[in-house]
């Protein structure tokens, strides 16, 4: 079983929509999350972290976090064609004190205009 | 530097060929990660050095992978005899702070990467 899951999609919203990806992990002790955005033969580039239950907002971005579900997701707001992209989740697991990530295999979300 | 760079971008070996990657993170950066992507999957853990201590190699696939971080600030990754399925893009991150802090807040930043092609 994967650590981490996440739909690859591709996920395809139009101009101005809230597309919504989605994780879920295994280890239930995780303690940190992570939304990472990868544009095609680039490198990761982190966009947002969330250690406790419930949202973090920041700007058009939200992440949303249920340990008792071990889900967590992101939702972009008023999507831009330059939100294209794939979006990778990522886990802080219990027993990684240092610093190992487990990553999702990413989401792939197209914004038509 | 500005960033992490890594050399070189692009690396085509023959099967059986050795290959030497290499990181140059930020500097002053205590951390160094190396991660390896294959095609249409996420970044793939291989090792963790804290300064120049290599301090988890659970991730590297085969004992044909090797790491150094001999000062503590450029890394090198080296593969032996390389195979088909090293192919992959090989992503070096580094971080100010030891690991990650509790809360995540000590965050990698990722280099562009080096892809390799084994023929």
């Known amino acids: 079983q994967k650590e981490v899951e996440q739909n690859s999609g591709p996920l395809s919203v139009p101009e101005g929509a809230i597309a919504s990806l989605n994780c879920t992990y295994s280890?239930?002790?995780?303690?940190?999350f992570f939304w990472y955005r990868q544009y095609s033969g680039k490198s990761p580039e982190l966009i947002m972290f969330?250690?406790?239950?419930g949202d973090k907002e920041d700007g058009r971005f939200t992440a949303q976090l249920n340990k008792a579900s071990q889900y967590v997701s992101l939702l972009i707001r008023d999507s831009q064609p330059s939100d294209s992209a794939t979006y990778l989740c990522?886990?802080?697991?219990?027993?990684?004190?240092?610093?190992?990530?487990?990553f999702g295999r990413g989401t792939q979300l197209t914004v038509w205009p | 530097g500005a960033g992490v760079s890594q050399s070189p971008r692009y690396k085509v070996a023959k099967r059986g060929q050795d290959v030497a990657l290499r990181c140059d993170p930020i500097?002053?950066?205590?951390?160094l990660f190396w991660y390896q992507q294959a095609l249409g999957q996420g970044p793939e853990f291989l090792t963790y050095f804290q300064n120049e201590a290599q301090l988890d190699k659970s991730g590297l696939p085969s004992d044909r992978f090797f790491a150094e971080r001999p000062e503590g600030s450029v890394s090198t990754l080296k593969i032996q005899r390389t195979q088909q399925e090293d192919s992959a893009v090989y992503l070096c991150?580094?971080?100010?702070?030891?690991?990650?802090?509790?809360?995540?807040?000590?965050?990698?930043?990722f280099g562009a990467g080096s892809r390799l092609t084994v023929l």
């Open positions: 969330i250690y406790s239950n």
């Open positions: 280890d239930r002790g995780s303690q940190s």
């Open positions: 991150a580094s971080s100010p702070l030891p690991g990650l802090g509790p809360s995540g807040a000590n965050v990698l930043t």
């Open positions: 500097s002053g950066h205590v951390s």
């Open positions: 990522a886990v802080k697991g219990r027993g990684s004190t240092l610093g190992r990530l487990y």
